[in-house]
């Protein structure tokens, strides 16, 4: 069964840094490509980064770039997003989900707020 | 960049009814990158369609997509008590390689 199990989130200062996991397991970790997305409270979904199975393809929407950085270790079949200089913008719930197209499967995110 | 518009913003409807989503895009897309997501409160996204028309493993018939170029349609054709939430229309560019999201359809009980 797939899992993905996202951690890391809490309560963090404007200009703070945060890093959040998402623990993978049931599949072959390294063979697919992994997202972050955020749904501010009440809102819609924005996605926040992508990175392919060996990290060959790295991409970011302006929102994030500079700020964010995503990675992974295939060996732990773990994805991370390292979240830098935050701002009460990027408060959410953020998800992990598997795939590059589409996204079929999701964890069940964690929250970050971002509040003095 | 591409924009998603998702109308209407509320659908209110009864179990049984027929309900029509809406998905208009700035620009024309390859039907191949867009997709059809549900989200119940305090739930992840569920993935229902993609490639415009393609149901996702274990959505029941009920649920159909069609649409090409600017305007896609999310169809449900007999509402069940369980399909009242939110849908949102995902479609991946890549000039910029990206992911854009309408703003979201709410399907609620009348």
């Known amino acids: 069964e797939v899992q993905l199990v996202e951690s890391g989130g809490g309560l963090v200062k404007p200009g703070g840094s945060l890093r959040l996991s998402c623990a993978a397991s049931?599949?072959?970790?390294?063979?697919?490509?992994m997202n972050w997305f955020r749904q501010a409270p009440g809102k819609g979904l924005e996605w926040v980064s992508s990175?392919?199975?060996?990290?060959?393809?790295?991409y970011y929407p302006d929102s994030v770039r500079g700020r964010f950085t995503i990675s992974r270790d295939n060996a732990e079949n773990s994805l991370y997003l390292q979240m830098n200089s935050l701002r009460a913008e990027d408060t959410a719930v953020y998800y992990c989900?598997?795939?590059?197209?589409?996204?079929?499967?999701w964890g069940q995110g964690t929250l970050v707020t971002v509040s003095s | 960049e591409i924009v998603l518009t998702q109308s209407p913003g509320t659908l209110s409807l009864s179990p049984g009814e027929r309900a029509t989503l809406s998905c208009r895009a700035s620009?024309?897309?390859?039907?191949?990158?867009l997709a059809w997501y549900q989200q119940k409160p305090g739930q992840p996204p569920r993935l229902l369609m993609y490639?415009?028309?393609s149901r996702a493993t274990g959505i029941p018939d009920r649920f159909s997509g069609s649409g090409s170029g600017t305007d896609f349609t999310l169809t449900i054709s007999r509402l069940e008590p369980e399909d009242f939430a939110v849908y949102y229309c995902?479609?991946?560019?890549?000039?910029?390689?990206?992911?854009?999201f309408g703003q979201g359809t709410k399907l609620e009980i009348k």
């Open positions: 995902v479609q991946y560019g890549s000039s910029p390689p990206g992911y854009t």
């Open positions: 620009q024309s897309i390859s039907t191949t990158y």
């Open positions: 049931g599949f072959t970790f390294s063979t697919y490509n």
């Open positions: 989900a598997r795939g590059s197209w589409p996204f079929d499967y």
């Open positions: 990175i392919s199975g060996r990290s060959s393809y790295i």
């Open positions: 490639g415009a028309s």
